[in-house]
């Protein structure tokens, strides 16, 4: 008896702090349905429904649409090649032996404690002087470079768990390396590749200080950038800002609803001691 | 042909992701410190090596002072409220008999939203005239006038404190939930059967065995805090009258606003010092 009624508290408090968690995403999506004169009155809610901030935001007028592709495809390219690097390595580790595989962790893992503003001030002068600031590669090698940590460090504990005798089975049944890995390894780890995918997918398109640094030029901007320029002007177009912050988001917050159990299991890999 | 015996295929397979993160992290690192100690600036091409006189320089600056001493207390404030908020969250969750999966969706979130985005919403919603907080506090009877949040640098402080707890207690609470489920329910009935009530076996049973899961966390959220830029950066610029600036956008003006690479190069080192000693320090704690 004392427990159900344990059990419904918990759930109360569970919707009151999950109210409080969207609260935000639900106010920047009410205030896209709002005209500018509503939300100059202050309104919380919007009288209808008024689409007139999407409607700006994708038909071109603030260059918007570029900078979704332009953060599709330097996110997507960064994520797909750290993936297949951190794969290859993560896998290298699971056969290194226990002691060689945590020397190179953990030299990785140094690499992943640089603020990202003693990685931007270098990187930007070499990649100046590569002639790559303003390219898509002058932001697909540093996301690469820093998130392949990372990815490394989830990789390894997906594989880790992959049985090593399946190795040997494959080779008695006569599949060479290339085998192995195609018909053995690749179905196996590929819900944890997935996974890895998806994390470093999400911090590429998040990601604002390499971003503002190195694409400056508008046609290469990124939309966490593009975004966070909308209210350079005069005053601050809240109704345009947040209709392009809806377009951004939504895409994440249905992938994080779809895909809620493997991103966990993708973040807590490795965070805990088994 | 077993893979697991040939070591050159290992190190093959290890090479190219390590060649990435030396030429992208530990090369720039190495070129970054030598830049510190040159007065290399973008406006004037030379430059000629001074020493160390950039990091003595930082010992008489006022404003490296006091970002430093704002980054500090801001990662003391922010990630304490993020550790006992994302502890509680994460005893409900366990706690949950249903609707558990729902709720870690709706945790998750807050994580996956651009920082930049959800700075951005803040911003708005701590605004004096139009934002939802003063009108909630003003419904409540809290407040009587619109309160100008980000207009003082104490309450532009809350403002932030508020939005990154918001951010991150949440993923803070998903790593605890993780090491609450590692721990054995025998050992629950054990110490009921031993006659420990819910204080005892919390204190007893569970926090022995989530110690490393709570520094770990700690850890990540320590690190991730001192560098905090996004969400200083469009929530006040570092403002009013430079009071929310820390240490990474003071570095970022000297760097790209005043374009003085020697002298900026010289204050990311310093952040960068900051982060290795706090894990330096976990490290040992943790072997301990």
């Not at chain 2, 600036?245 to 002298?263: I, M, N, P, Q, R």
């Amino acid at each position: 008896m004392i427990r159900r009624k344990g059990r419904s508290l918990a759930g109360a408090a569970a919707g009151a702090v999950g109210i409080a968690l969207l609260a935000p995403f639900i106010i920047q999506l009410s205030a896209a349905l709002m005209t500018s004169g509503e939300i100059a009155a202050g309104r919380l809610v919007p009288s209808a429904l008024h689409f007139g901030n999407f409607r700006t935001v994708l038909s071109g007028q603030h260059a918007f649409p570029r900078y979704l592709a332009n953060s599709l495809l330097i996110a997507g390219t960064s994520s797909l090649i750290a993936v297949l690097l951190g794969s290859a390595a993560a896998f290298a580790l699971t056969r290194l032996g226990r002691r060689a595989a945590l020397a190179v962790l953990l030299v990785v893992l140094t690499a992943a404690m640089v603020p990202q503003i003693a990685a931007v001030s270098p990187l930007f002068l070499l990649l100046r002087s590569a002639g790559l600031l303003n390219t898509y590669a002058g932001l697909v090698i540093p996301y690469v470079g820093l998130n392949l940590p990372l990815a490394i460090w989830i990789l390894y504990g997906f594989f880790r768990q992959l049985p090593p005798e399946l190795e040997e089975a494959a080779a008695i049944d006569g599949a060479g390396f290339a085998g192995t890995i195609r018909h053995v390894y690749m179905p196996l780890a590929a819900p944890g590749v997935f996974t890895t995918a998806i994390l470093v997918f999400i911090f590429c398109w998040n990601e604002f200080l390499l971003a503002l640094t190195i694409n400056t030029a508008d046609a290469m901007r990124t939309v966490t950038v593009g975004i966070a320029m909308f209210p350079g002007q005069y005053e601050m177009p809240w109704g345009v800002i947040f209709a392009a912050s809806v377009v951004v988001t939504l895409p994440l917050v249905a992938l994080v609803l779809v895909l809620q159990r493997r991103i966990v299991s993708g973040l807590t890999a490795g965070a805990v001691k088994e | 042909m077993v893979v697991g015996r040939k070591p050159y295929v290992h190190g093959l397979l290890l090479a190219p992701a390590l060649m990435a993160i030396g030429v992208v992290v530990f090369f720039p690192l190495l070129y970054s410190l030598y830049v510190s100690l040159t007065d290399f600036t973008l406006r004037n091409a030379g430059a000629n090596l001074v020493g160390l006189r950039n990091y003595h320089a930082l010992f008489t600056d006022l404003r490296f002072v006091a970002s430093t001493v704002r980054t500090i207390a801001f990662v003391a404030c922010s990630v304490t409220a993020e550790m006992l908020i994302g502890f509680g969250l994460a005893l409900l969750m366990h706690q949950l008999a249903r609707g558990r999966g729902l709720f870690r969706a709706v945790v998750l979130v807050p994580w996956a939203i651009p920082t930049v985005v959800s700075g951005l919403t803040w911003r708005w919603m701590f605004n004096d005239r139009l934002g939802a907080v003063n009108a909630a506090l003003k419904a409540a009877g809290l407040i009587h006038q619109p309160l100008a949040w980000l207009a003082g640098s104490a309450t532009a402080w809350a403002a932030i404190i508020v939005a990154e707890v918001w951010k991150t207690a949440p993923f803070v609470a998903l790593i605890i939930l993780a090491g609450l489920q590692m721990v054995p329910s025998e050992l629950y009935e054990a110490a009921t059967i031993d006659g420990a009530g819910r204080w005892r076996r919390f204190r007893h049973v569970t926090l022995p065995l989530l110690w490393p899961t709570l520094l770990l966390a700690l850890l990540f959220r320590t690190i991730d805090a001192l560098r905090v830029f996004d969400l200083i950066a469009v929530m006040t610029g570092g403002g009013p009258a430079g009071g929310t600036e820390v240490l990474s956008l003071y570095a970022h003006k000297v760097l790209f606003a005043h374009l003085d690479f020697g002298y900026g190069s010289a204050l990311t080192f310093a952040l960068f010092l900051l982060v290795m000693g706090c894990s330096v320090a976990y490290a040992r704690r943790a072997v301990r």
